[in-house]
């Protein structure tokens, strides 16, 4: 076994170069005294993480602490260092800035003299946004964006205000920002507490005489970098770039910002933009747990947890659930960057960028696709298609290139199943798969969670209608069969939706309705077969008739001894026939090449539950195999099968499928102990999540594992087990809950 204490110190190590990769402040001129310039994306400063004292290369002391109860701040190349409060409800963007400490070096008084100076570009608001401002006092003083005098036009604001709350307005410069366009302009503001005057340059050039704030200047202030009115009334925006604090009054000069303002100094271009791996998303799959998601907001979060959601799709924050950005873009714009800064800011680990995109917006799409590798390189990024059509998905893809995609066909409506609709959503899984496996990305799934029975424009036959029980299950368990690599279920409940919308998971009383457990239930079981579904190519998948239903796939090939990997020779529905008592296998392979199956019961019903439609098969398989391994989805055991002359016989609920492997027990991606994130490999990131919480696991199981691999090395089928539903779904989302809670250069 490996040294722990060695390893210890080395994952100590690992955890300060993730904070130092999280903010680059560097001494920039030894000539300067206290000059230091600030570069970097964003960084979430929480009340739980801070206040933090941040350090030089060299590792002096920069005495500038972060002191904030909640909010963020970035400052990189066309990053907002501030979301659009207006635009979200999540805690995150109430940015309450950067401060200086009352005692230490940039703090007002010290040496009698502060310049901060920083690239600035106004976003147009209706609303005051302040620049620079003191918190403590009893007086203090503001520099704010001002509300715009005429449309299109932006000022500048200087006022103090006394322990009274009285304002005494210094300068307002109404045409500053004259400009409906604003690009980005230098700005510096220099103060002298001796003479108490205060001095504001825009490009180098001294855009108002001195302003006199008399003892305002010479009181012992904290400086607020960007912060938000404290009653969160105030919301404006505004990018901010290369932010550079001096405790000398620096003069323009020629702008070289060597002993002078950097007026003249270029605008740092930010991070370049690096290709991602072609297999980005497969490997994000891998080291992620099986995606069970909802369209969710941040209602009934215990509701979401209890059935077993391991990942919520919204626009807003949904606290101690990992987290999928739910984009609207339609073009890369200042709107778009800072809606980009509030998901990343929110620790989010997944963008999808447009909801049924239109054919008219993809160059624009991949665009902000371009904007999100650039500023977030860690996250995944995909698209919900608007359909399937071949040469639209070719379209999609080939242009954004997305690491993965998502589509939805909703198959539940009127009052019976419809041949027609079920043919057609059959068909739509296969041109999916098809471009899945063409593209060698991942390929996601909208389920259908939501009936529309008050829509008022149509018949009651073309409504939709909540799906029973084996109706959810044939939807998913089909996919998994036919290769998808997750799930979202629309919707989970139904807050500020269209009242067409009756019930969700949850109905509008916020109590889960009857579809609630069948979801809770599958969900459970779907966590237990992705663990090692997520490691498995997909090579073939063959429809298997019943010999009743009135219909047959129109691409979906039906099932004969050649399928797959040939060595099933036979399959057999017993029983009575019936209506839809058909079936689906698909076949698998992992990275060594061994064989896998799944069985799916296609059997299912308008309100009839999976037990109402229990289905026996008989697999005859050839002479070369006599026994064959069941990953159990209710138990997470792996089951030897001893096969009586080659073939086996069992049962399935309806809507319901069964993982197989041919050659031996060790099913791909299996939980090994110590693997607390479920990446499939143990290691460093693991320790550091049982260091926040012991309660994830035993240390023991990550010493004795660590450097393990689930990829190629799952436990035998005696020896090893994944955890029961239940307890495994309580690990996963303890584990996505600390990781969504992670500064973002740590969530994997």
């Not at 959810?472 to 997750?486: D, H, I, V």
Request: glycine fraction near 8%; aromatic fraction near 12%; hydrophobic fraction near 40%.
């Amino acid at each position: 076994m490996k040294n722990f204490y060695t390893l210890f110190a080395s994952l100590l190590l690992f955890a300060s170069g993730l904070l130092s990769e999280a903010l680059l402040f560097q001494q920039v001129s030894a000539a300067t005294v206290g000059l230091y310039e600030f570069d970097t994306l964003s960084r979430d400063w929480t009340q739980a993480n801070g206040p933090e004292r941040f350090f030089d290369s060299s590792g002096n002391d920069l005495h500038f602490d972060v002191k904030v109860n909640e909010g963020t701040v970035g400052l990189s190349s066309d990053v907002p260092s501030v979301a659009p409060a207006n635009s979200f409800s999540l805690n995150f963007n109430r940015q309450q800035s950067l401060e200086t400490p009352l005692t230490d070096l940039f703090t007002i008084g010290t040496t009698g003299e502060l310049t901060v100076e920083f690239w600035y570009k106004p976003l147009l608001t209706d609303t005051l946004r302040f620049i620079l401002s003191t918190t403590n006092g009893p007086d203090t003083w503001s520099i704010t964006q001002a509300t715009p005098v005429v449309s299109g036009t932006q000022g500048i604001d200087i006022f103090t205000k006394d322990q009274d709350g009285n304002v005494n307005r210094k300068k307002t410069e109404n045409q500053f920002l004259d400009d409906s366009n604003p690009e980005w302009s230098h700005m510096a503001f220099t103060f002298d507490n001796a003479s108490g005057d205060v001095k504001m340059y825009r490009d180098g050039a001294l855009e108002t005489s001195s302003i006199n704030f008399g003892p305002y200047a010479s009181t012992s202030h904290t400086l607020r970098i960007g912060a938000n009115n404290p009653t969160n009334t105030f919301v404006g925006k505004f990018l901010m770039d290369d932010l550079r604090i001096s405790n000398e009054v620096l003069l323009p000069g020629s702008g070289t910002g060597v002993d002078e303002l950097a007026w003249n100094a270029s605008l740092s271009e930010g991070p370049t933009l690096q290709p991602r791996a072609p297999d980005f998303g497969k490997q994000w799959v891998r080291n992620n747990p099986f995606m069970i998601s909802s369209w969710s907001r941040p209602n009934y979060l215990d509701l979401h947890h209890d059935a077993n959601f391991n990942t919520a799709l919204s626009s807003e924050a949904l606290p101690g659930t990992a987290g999928h950005f739910r984009g609207n873009f339609s073009e890369l714009n200042d709107e778009a960057r800072t809606h980009v800064q509030w998901g990343i800011n929110a620790g989010v680990s997944a963008w999808l960028l447009r909801d049924e995109l239109p054919p008219d917006e993809i160059a624009g799409i991949a665009d902000v696709a371009d904007y999100i590798r650039l500023v977030d390189p860690d996250s995944l990024i995909y698209v919900s298609l608007g359909g399937v059509t071949p040469s639209y998905v070719d379209n999609v893809l080939s242009t954004i290139q997305p690491d993965a995609f998502i589509y939805n066909f909703y198959p539940w409506k009127g009052a019976t199943n419809s041949s027609d609709l079920l043919r057609a959503h059959l068909d739509n899984m296969q041109v999916a798969r098809q471009k899945s496996l063409e593209y060698d990305i991942p390929a996601f799934n909208f389920i259908q969670s939501f009936d529309d029975l008050n829509n008022p424009v149509l018949p009651p036959d073309e409504r939709y209608r909540l799906p029973s029980g084996s109706e959810l299950r044939t939807e998913l368990f089909l996919k998994l069969a036919g290769g998808f690599k997750g799930f979202t279920y629309f919707l989970f409940d139904l807050d500020k939706q269209s009242e067409r919308f009756e019930k969700a998971l949850v109905d509008r009383n916020g109590a889960p309705s009857e579809l609630y457990p069948h979801a809770q239930q599958a969900n459970a079981e779907i966590q237990v077969l992705g663990q090692s579904l997520r490691f498995l190519e997909s090579t073939d998948w063959r429809h298997i008739w019943g010999g009743v239903t009135g219909f047959t796939p129109n691409t979906v090939p039906q099932w004969d001894p050649t399928a797959g990997q040939g060595q099933i020779v036979d399959i057999e529905i017993n029983g009575t026939a019936a209506d839809l008592k058909d079936a689906m296998v698909g076949y698998f392979e992992d990275d060594l090449g061994e064989e896998y199956f799944m069985l799916v019961n296609m059997w299912h019903g308008m309100g009839l539950d999976p037990d109402d439609l229990i289905s026996e098969f008989t697999v005859t398989l050839d002479n070369s195999i006599d026994t064959i391994w069941r990953l159990n989805r209710l138990t997470g055991l792996v089951e030897e099968i001893p096969l009586v002359s080659n073939e086996f016989t069992f049962s399935l609920p309806g809507g319901t499928g069964d993982l197989f492997k041919l050659t031996d027990g060790d099913f791909a991606g299996l939980f090994l102990p110590g693997d607390f994130d479920m990446s499939g490999d143990v290691d460093g990131h693991d320790f550091l999540l049982w260091q926040r919480d012991q309660s994830i696991g035993v240390l023991a199981d990550w010493q004795a594992n660590y450097g393990m691999s689930s990829s190629f090395q799952s436990a035998s089928s005696k020896a090893a087990t994944v955890p029961e539903p239940t307890t495994g779904l309580l690990l996963v989302f303890g584990t996505c809950v600390f990781c969504s809670l992670l500064p973002r250069n740590r969530i994997v």
